[in-house]
């Protein structure tokens, strides 16, 4: 399964929204993105097609354990690689920002890599 960026943000604000409230409506994800509903309509059908949401039309929306599972995985992600911007010298906001736009395109043998590095640097120090 290939999530594009845009899929994956989709994914991200459902489960935050639902985490804070739960089950949300389409007008409700529309508001947090700043977009128009139709376009939320669009890429729930493709979240649901993927398996990754419960979606019926006129219905709200939840994230299933498949959705879920994606979602903490990316924010998994985004952590490591965040923690290894910082390590080097970046500030918090920079890395931040850059971890996020990072995520969706280094692979998993990298991740993996970085979550080594900064496990080493924090038991071993400099």
């Not at 290939?2 to 994914?11: G, P």
């Not at 097609?49 to 498949?66: D, F, I, M, P």
């Not at 918090?92 to 080594?116: P, Y």
């Given at each position: 399964?290939?999530l594009t960026?845009?899929?994956?943000?989709?994914?991200?604000?459902?489960?935050?929204?639902?985490?804070?409230?739960?089950?949300?409506?389409?007008?409700?994800?529309?508001?947090?993105?700043?977009?128009?509903?139709?376009?939320?309509?669009?890429?729930?059908?493709?979240?649901?097609?993927?398996?990754?949401?419960?979606?019926?039309?006129?219905?709200?929306?939840?994230?299933?354990?498949?959705?879920?599972?994606?979602?903490?995985?990316?924010?998994?992600?985004?952590?490591?690689?965040?923690?290894?911007?910082?390590?080097?010298?970046?500030?918090?906001?920079?890395?931040?920002?850059?971890a996020h736009?990072?995520?969706?395109?280094?692979?998993?043998?990298?991740?993996?890599?970085?979550?080594?590095?900064?496990?080493s640097y924090?038991?071993?120090?400099?």
């Amino acid at each position: 399964m290939f999530l594009t960026k845009a899929l994956e943000k989709y994914l991200r604000v459902i489960y935050e929204l639902e985490c804070e409230r739960g089950p949300v409506r389409v007008s409700e994800i529309a508001e947090k993105m700043r977009v128009k509903a139709p376009s939320v309509t669009a890429a729930l059908r493709k979240l649901y097609s993927c398996g990754l949401v419960s979606y019926r039309r006129y219905e709200k929306v939840s994230t299933n354990k498949k959705g879920q599972d994606v979602v903490e995985n990316l924010q998994a992600r985004h952590g490591i690689i965040k923690e290894f911007f910082v390590l080097v010298g970046l500030d918090e906001e920079t890395a931040d920002k850059d971890a996020h736009e990072m995520n969706h395109v280094v692979g998993t043998r990298t991740i993996r890599k970085l979550r080594e590095f900064v496990q080493s640097y924090q038991t071993h120090g400099e």
